[in-house]
């Protein structure tokens, strides 16, 4: 048995599919609007990352705890996921979906990502990322104080983005650090600080897009550029002066690039 993913529905049933993951301790109410407005023409599947949630009595009632090990996390989502659905992630959601598309893309049509590093933390071969020391800290801080932590976060990735004020404190009501697993707070970093998809975005064999906001103080918008494959070059845009959040920061700007791209796949 392993511990129950929550989910939302949206559109018809008989539509080309989509399943969304968000990203670290972010619930799926953040992508409500997006996952509405693809739903005129798709049918979409909204799921939370296992141990995230804003019902108390779910996360109080579950008996399995989350499990975070990338392998172990593919198969739950892969079981839960629509039949050749186009996998949309955000942020951390990105960075798994991308770890899906490549090692079982017979399950995925394809891929897009929205504010994702191929890797968040720096390594000897990687700079394009969080200082090693800076995560850490953050690391120290979550297990201390979660909801300091959080709200620390919240303002770090509206940093810089349309109408931060406004998208800060939406981000900040649907974000229950007290209803949240410590392990799925724990399992979600781990995840952050150890994947790499590097190599997973340059063997995928399928169309892919990366949404990235021109300000988002948590991803480099020029990493695209180190990504080279040759069986299906990587697309990317870019998006004036949105942050980590576009579908909040203006929906109307994300959307079309979105439309276009599975319209043109």
Same mark, same amino acid.
């Given at each position: 048995?392993?511990?129950?993913?929550?989910?939302?529905?949206?559109?018809?049933?008989?539509?080309?599919?989509?399943?969304?993951?968000?990203?670290?301790?972010?619930?799926?109410?953040?992508?409500?609007?997006?996952?509405?407005?693809?739903?005129? /023409?798709?049918?979409?599947?909204?799921?939370?990352?296992?141990?995230?949630?804003?019902?108390?009595?779910?996360?109080?009632?579950?008996?399995?705890?989350?499990?975070?090990?990338?392998?172990?996390?593919?198969?739950?989502?892969?079981?839960?996921?629509?039949?050749?659905?186009?996998?949309?992630?955000?942020?951390?959601?990105?960075?798994?979906?991308?770890?899906?598309?490549?090692?079982?893309?017979?399950?995925?049509?394809?891929?897009?990502?929205?504010?994702?590093?191929?890797?968040?933390?720096?390594?000897?071969?990687?700079?394009?990322?969080?200082?090693?020391?800076?995560?850490?800290?953050?690391?120290?801080?979550?297990?201390?104080?979660?909801?300091?932590?959080?709200?620390?976060?919240?303002?770090?990735?509206?940093?810089?983005?349309?109408?931060?004020?406004?998208?800060?404190?939406?981000?900040?009501?649907?974000?229950?650090?007290?209803?949240?697993?410590?392990?799925?707070?724990?399992?979600?970093?781990?995840?952050?600080?150890?994947?790499?998809?590097?190599?997973?975005?340059?063997?995928?064999?399928?169309?892919?897009?990366?949404?990235?906001?021109?300000?988002?103080?948590?991803?480099?918008?020029?990493?695209?550029?180190?990504?080279?494959?040759?069986?299906?070059?990587?697309?990317?845009?870019?998006?004036?002066?949105?942050?980590?959040?576009?579908?909040?920061?203006?929906?109307?700007?994300?959307?079309?690039?979105?439309?276009?791209?599975? /319209?043109?796949?």
């Amino acid at each position: 048995m392993r511990y129950r993913l929550e989910q939302e529905y949206f559109g018809n049933p008989e539509n080309q599919a989509i399943f969304i993951l968000p990203g670290w301790a972010m619930p799926k109410e953040c992508l409500h609007e997006l996952a509405q407005k693809l739903s005129a /023409n798709h049918y979409v599947v909204l799921v939370n990352l296992p141990g995230i949630s804003r019902d108390a009595d779910l996360i109080q009632d579950a008996v399995i705890g989350p499990n975070y090990d990338i392998d172990a996390l593919t198969e739950q989502l892969v079981a839960a996921a629509p039949k050749d659905a186009w996998w949309i992630g955000w942020s951390l959601g990105g960075m798994i979906s991308s770890y899906v598309a490549a090692h079982r893309a017979s399950c995925v049509k394809g891929l897009i990502t929205i504010a994702t590093s191929p890797a968040f933390v720096q390594t000897h071969d990687w700079q394009l990322a969080m200082p090693l020391q800076d995560f850490e800290a953050f690391e120290q801080l979550i297990a201390k104080d979660a909801a300091m932590g959080l709200k620390r976060f919240i303002a770090l990735q509206t940093k810089g983005g349309l109408e931060a004020s406004r998208v800060r404190k939406q981000l900040a009501s649907w974000v229950e650090p007290g209803v949240y697993m410590s392990l799925a707070l724990e399992g979600g970093l781990r995840l952050l600080k150890d994947l790499d998809v590097r190599r997973e975005l340059e063997i995928l064999d399928m169309p892919s897009l990366h949404i990235l906001g021109e300000n988002d103080a948590l991803v480099d918008t020029s990493w695209p550029r180190m990504i080279k494959n040759e069986c299906v070059p990587i697309e990317y845009k870019i998006l004036e002066g949105c942050a980590h959040q576009p579908f909040l920061e203006d929906l109307n700007l994300l959307y079309p690039h979105i439309e276009n791209f599975l /319209n043109a796949h």
